[in-house]
């Protein structure tokens, strides 16, 4: 059925009042109700007479309504019914004792509508007013939790003495909130938690803490929520209370419970990179500078007040400052820029040392003697080898011949090459011809990597090789007495021989480094013709250089080409052409000598860096020896020899060390 204008409506709701009506004059319970555009007074006055009750309708009541119901309802059913439509357009039923009042929702909160007593036994949509007592949770702190729940004309308020909440709206809606403050109040069950203290007193703490809850449950109108008691055996705070509340003093406490900030004209500033008594040096000398001037009024004065002195303690790394407050910042902000992780630099040296010999030696030695001890011979003094032969053939005096074999053996085995001789010619003369013909040929390469770690702007040096003795000086002392006893003695120094590189790396801003190097490479040379004592070969390169970041520079080296050519001979004899040869000695020596230094600098920043810096190093020895193991040694087993752990585990190990050490730490959770 379409109702269509005012008196259409009218004579239905008359049509179905009327069919409403049962025999005899008694009210069925049964509505069936569809409207549409239909004024919103006809259909409180049909209520009206529906239900039985006086409604007041507000003038500014106004408005079409349109219901669609597909079932009848009772009749409380349709006053609910009557009560979401007032609700849907802005307006609410207000129940002042046996009379209805139809006002706008806005003005509802303060109308003098019913006080309700718990919880109605349905959901209604009237406009009621209830309190709602808190049990657990302060009833101030749930108001802005809750207000978002709540329509904008409802009233909502805290009233803190008595912990409850005044709720002014629809009574389906207090239900609905009832139901939220419920669970949350269950939630909110009081408990107790201990504190434990490690710097501040807890007798101290709670009195504090006291005087501030205090002050803002005086502030809110109400009493403390929460129970402070302290345990001077333990130093410790109890704190009973809902969850908010002790997680609020909790943070409170952990606040309080910090180390003392120092204060006055004294403070002790630990240090975590560098040395106490360097820095504690440089700021006095800077405070020693900062004293003789005065700046305030634009000219230069000698100071009168006190200055700042700077002590260090080298067992904790710590400063001690003494200084006003003025100065006493401006020196702790040069110690933080002070205070620094400094770069380190990983320098790896590489030496390259290529040599090639080359060398011939042909020639004949002649030598005579008699018994009346006439002798001659043509070998050079010079020449250490055919000297110790002519030692062994000539005579010594000039009486006896003093040959010997065995000397002759003995001379002939420290001679190089092919050595052929003739000897005795008769009983009185004695000839022998040594025929000496070498070739010798000689190659070395020789490769070192010494590396080094060290500290920005921090000298350092590394030294492998020999400590090798050099004799000074030799002294004969006779014995006392007149014995004639003497007591010879050498006083020797001793030098290392070897490998040495001295580096100072100064790094840049950016990925370069500026290296100070010294490299200095020496070894035993193996002749000692002329010399009273041993040879050394030095090769050094002192220089600054300026190197980018993990790139090799060269520093210097040596490329050389000997050529040496000797002719010993007999005068005249040994111009002779042919002939001349079975009287001369000639030798060639041909020397080439490639030596080459180079540098490469690696800047480490950070702990992954060095990390990955000494991984790589300790991943090449430990190749190296399981490489050694795979190959194996028959008399000895693979599980006895040496080898390194893999590097994972020694980072794991390092890691629970660094753990167990942070845990043991004062003030470790």
Same mark, same amino acid.
């Given at each position: 059925?379409?109702?269509?204008?005012?008196?259409?409506?009218?004579?239905?709701?008359?049509?179905?009042?009327?069919?409403?009506?049962?025999?005899?004059?008694?009210?069925?319970?049964?509505?069936?109700?569809?409207?549409?555009?239909?004024?919103?007074?006809?259909?409180?006055?049909?209520?009206?007479?529906?239900?039985?009750?006086?409604?007041?309708?507000?003038?500014?009541?106004?408005?079409?309504?349109?219901?669609?119901?597909?079932?009848?309802?009772?009749?409380?059913?349709?006053?609910?019914?009557?009560?979401?439509?007032?609700?849907?357009?802005?307006?609410? !039923?207000?129940? &002042? *004792? =046996?009379?209805?009042? %139809?006002?706008?929702?806005? $003005? @509802? /909160?303060?109308?003098? #509508?019913? +006080?309700?007593?718990?919880?109605?036994?349905?959901?209604?949509?009237?406009?009621?007013?209830?309190?709602?007592?808190?049990?657990?949770?302060?009833?101030?702190?749930?108001?802005?939790?809750?207000?978002?729940?709540?329509?904008?004309?409802?009233?909502?308020?805290?009233?803190?003495?008595?912990?409850?909440?005044?709720?002014?709206?629809?009574?389906?809606?207090?239900?609905?909130?009832?139901?939220?403050?419920?669970?949350?109040?269950?939630?909110?069950?009081?408990?107790?938690?201990?504190?434990?203290?490690?710097?501040?007193?807890?007798?101290?703490?709670?009195?504090?803490?006291?005087?501030?809850?205090?002050?803002? !449950?005086?502030? &809110? *109108? =109400?009493?403390?929520? %929460?129970?402070?008691?302290? $345990? @001077? /055996?333990?130093?410790? #705070?109890? +704190?009973?209370?809902?969850?908010?509340?002790?997680?609020?003093?909790?943070?409170?406490?952990?606040?309080?419970?910090?180390?003392?900030?120092?204060?006055?004209?004294?403070?002790?500033?630990?240090?975590?990179?560098?040395?106490?008594?360097?820095?504690?040096?440089?700021?006095?000398?800077?405070?020693?500078?900062?004293?003789?001037?005065?700046?305030?009024?634009?000219?230069?004065?000698?100071?009168?007040?006190?200055?700042?002195?700077?002590?260090?303690?080298?067992?904790?790394?710590?400063?001690?400052?003494?200084?006003?407050?003025?100065?006493?910042?401006?020196?702790?902000?040069?110690?933080?820029?002070?205070?620094?992780?400094?770069?380190?630099?990983?320098?790896?040296?590489?030496?390259?040392?290529?040599?090639?010999?080359?060398?011939?030696?042909?020639?004949?030695?002649?030598?005579?003697?008699?018994?009346?001890?006439?002798?001659?011979?043509?070998?050079?003094?010079?020449?250490?080898?055919?000297?110790?032969?002519?030692?062994?053939?000539?005579?010594?005096?000039?009486?006896?011949?003093?040959?010997?074999?065995?000397?002759?053996?003995?001379?002939?085995?420290?001679?190089?090459?092919?050595?052929?001789?003739?000897?005795?010619?008769?009983?009185?003369?004695?000839?022998?011809?040594?025929?000496?013909?070498?070739?010798?040929?000689?190659?070395?390469?020789?490769?070192?990597?010494?590396?080094?770690?060290?500290?920005?702007?921090?000298?350092?040096?590394?030294?492998?090789?020999?400590?090798?003795?050099?004799?000074?000086?030799?002294?004969?002392?006779?014995?006392?007495?007149?014995?004639?006893?003497?007591?010879?003695?050498?006083?020797?120094?001793?030098?290392?021989?070897?490998?040495?590189?001295?580096?100072?790396?100064?790094?840049?801003?950016?990925?370069?480094?500026?290296?100070?190097?010294?490299?200095?490479?020496?070894?035993?040379?193996?002749?000692?013709?002329?010399?009273?004592?041993?040879?050394?070969?030095?090769?050094?390169?002192?220089?600054?250089?300026?190197?980018?970041?993990?790139?090799?520079?060269?520093?210097?080296?040596?490329?050389?080409?000997?050529?040496?050519?000797?002719?010993?001979?007999?005068?005249?004899?040994?111009?002779?052409?042919?002939?001349?040869?079975?009287?001369?000695?000639?030798?060639?020596?041909?020397?080439?000598?490639?030596?080459?230094?180079?540098?490469?600098?690696?800047?480490?920043?950070?702990?992954?860096?060095?990390?990955?810096?000494?991984?790589?190093?300790?991943?090449?020895?430990?190749?190296?020896?399981?490489?050694?193991?795979?190959?194996?040694?028959?008399?000895?087993?693979?599980?006895?020899?040496?080898?390194?752990?893999?590097?994972?585990?020694?980072?794991?190990?390092?890691?629970?060390?660094?753990?167990?050490?942070?845990?043991?730490?004062?003030?470790?959770?």
């Amino acid at each position: 059925m379409k109702v269509v204008n005012r008196s259409a409506c009218k004579a239905l709701l008359t049509t179905l009042f009327v069919l409403a009506l049962g025999t005899g004059g008694a009210v069925a319970q049964d509505f069936t109700v569809n409207l549409k555009e239909t004024d919103i007074q006809e259909l409180i006055k049909f209520v009206a007479e529906a239900t039985g009750t006086t409604i007041v309708v507000d003038p500014s009541v106004k408005g079409k309504v349109k219901v669609v119901s597909s079932k009848p309802v009772s009749r409380d059913e349709l006053y609910e019914l009557f009560l979401s439509i007032l609700d849907v357009h802005g307006y609410t !039923a207000v129940r &002042s *004792g =046996g009379v209805i009042r %139809v006002i706008q929702n806005k $003005d @509802a /909160r303060s109308a003098p #509508v019913q +006080v309700r007593d718990g919880r109605a036994d349905k959901a209604s949509d009237e406009y009621v007013t209830e309190v709602i007592k808190l049990d657990n949770i302060s009833a101030a702190k749930l108001i802005p939790v809750l207000r978002p729940l709540v329509p904008q004309q409802a009233h909502m308020a805290a009233y803190a003495p008595s912990n409850a909440i005044i709720i002014s709206d629809l009574s389906a809606n207090i239900d609905r909130i009832r139901d939220i403050i419920e669970r949350m109040d269950k939630s909110a069950v009081q408990q107790t938690d201990i504190v434990k203290l490690r710097y501040g007193v807890a007798e101290n703490v709670v009195s504090m803490l006291d005087q501030l809850t205090k002050s803002e !449950a005086k502030q &809110s *109108g =109400g009493e403390s929520e %929460v129970l402070l008691v302290a $345990d @001077a /055996r333990t130093n410790s #705070v109890l +704190v009973s209370g809902d969850e908010l509340e002790r997680a609020r003093i909790r943070k409170l406490v952990d606040y309080l419970d910090t180390p003392l900030e120092q204060s006055g004209n004294v403070k002790v500033v630990y240090l975590e990179y560098a040395q106490a008594k360097d820095i504690a040096d440089v700021l006095t000398r800077v405070m020693q500078n900062i004293n003789r001037l005065d700046t305030s009024d634009g000219a230069k004065k000698p100071r009168t007040d006190n200055s700042a002195t700077i002590e260090a303690d080298e067992g904790t790394n710590s400063l001690i400052v003494t200084a006003d407050t003025g100065e006493m910042a401006a020196i702790e902000a040069v110690i933080r820029r002070l205070d620094i992780r400094r770069a380190q630099v990983l320098v790896e040296a590489i030496i390259v040392e290529m040599e090639v010999k080359d060398g011939e030696d042909l020639g004949i030695q002649w030598l005579f003697a008699d018994q009346s001890g006439a002798f001659g011979s043509n070998i050079n003094a010079a020449d250490a080898r055919a000297r110790t032969i002519a030692d062994a053939i000539l005579p010594a005096d000039g009486t006896d011949n003093d040959i010997s074999l065995g000397g002759l053996a003995g001379a002939l085995a420290r001679t190089g090459g092919t050595t052929l001789g003739w000897g005795q010619i008769s009983d009185g003369l004695t000839m022998a011809v040594i025929l000496n013909a070498l070739k010798e040929q000689n190659n070395a390469n020789i490769l070192s990597t010494p590396s080094l770690l060290t500290l920005d702007n921090q000298e350092a040096y590394i030294t492998v090789g020999q400590n090798v003795p050099f004799v000074t000086g030799s002294y004969t002392n006779t014995g006392a007495g007149g014995d004639g006893a003497q007591n010879p003695f050498q006083t020797i120094q001793r030098e290392n021989v070897g490998i040495t590189l001295t580096v100072t790396p100064h790094v840049n801003e950016g990925d370069s480094v500026v290296l100070d190097i010294v490299q200095e490479v020496s070894s035993l040379s193996g002749l000692t013709a002329v010399a009273s004592d041993l040879i050394t070969n030095e090769r050094k390169i002192q220089t600054k250089v300026l190197a980018q970041d993990n790139r090799v520079v060269v520093l210097g080296g040596l490329i050389k080409d000997d050529v040496q050519d000797a002719t010993q001979k007999v005068p005249f004899l040994g111009d002779i052409p042919f002939l001349g040869r079975l009287f001369r000695t000639d030798g060639v020596q041909v020397t080439k000598t490639n030596l080459l230094i180079f540098i490469r600098p690696t800047i480490i920043r950070d702990n992954e860096g060095l990390a990955g810096a000494t991984a790589d190093k300790y991943r090449y020895i430990r190749d190296k020896q399981l490489q050694r193991r795979e190959q194996g040694l028959e008399f000895l087993g693979s599980d006895n020899l040496p080898l390194l752990p893999e590097w994972e585990e020694q980072l794991k190990k390092l890691e629970e060390i660094k753990a167990s050490d942070t845990a043991a730490q004062p003030g470790s959770p």
